[in-house]
């Protein structure tokens, strides 16, 4: 939304797919709350850039995710879930975010995001992050 190009503390959302989430209105998840408020922060500050990520499961694809429900309404968090049902913790690749920020142009970014490690692992993918807005409202 908005002229980002050549834009420096761009607020940025790279949110990963979520078919519970997005499709089923899930509220096993905050997938869908985390991009709503992702849009309404982005549309208060008149700009900003959202990247769908097609990432699944945290990149283990739908299946994963299916067989991991029983461990999570058991109370295992999903990360241990996805490594219980045989697929790995954190699948996911942010090298194609990374380059679609390239391609934009736009100069730093700010990661609407509630997860400190976001920042560090998306600047060792060459992104300038300048820090996170919380996705709360
Ligand atoms: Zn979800």
Known sequence: MGDVAGEEDVLCRVHSSCIFGHH???IECDCR???????????????????????EGKGNGHFALLKSVD????????????????????????T???DIL???GVKSVRMLT??????????QHGINVVGIKPTKL
């Open 24 to 26: 089923f209105n899930s």
């Open 33 to 55: 709350e985390q991009m709503e408020i992702s849009q309404q922060l982005i549309q208060e500050a008149g700009k900003g850039i959202i990247i769908w990520l097609e990432q």
């Open 71 to 94: 461990y999570k309404r058991k109370g295992v968090a999903q990360a241990e879930a996805y490594e219980a049902v045989g697929f790995k913790r954190d699948a996911r690749d942010y």
């Open 96 to 98: 194609q975010a990374a």
């Open 102 to 104: 390239n391609e934009i």
């Open 114 to 123: 509630n997860n400190i490690n976001k920042v560090e692992t998306l600047t």
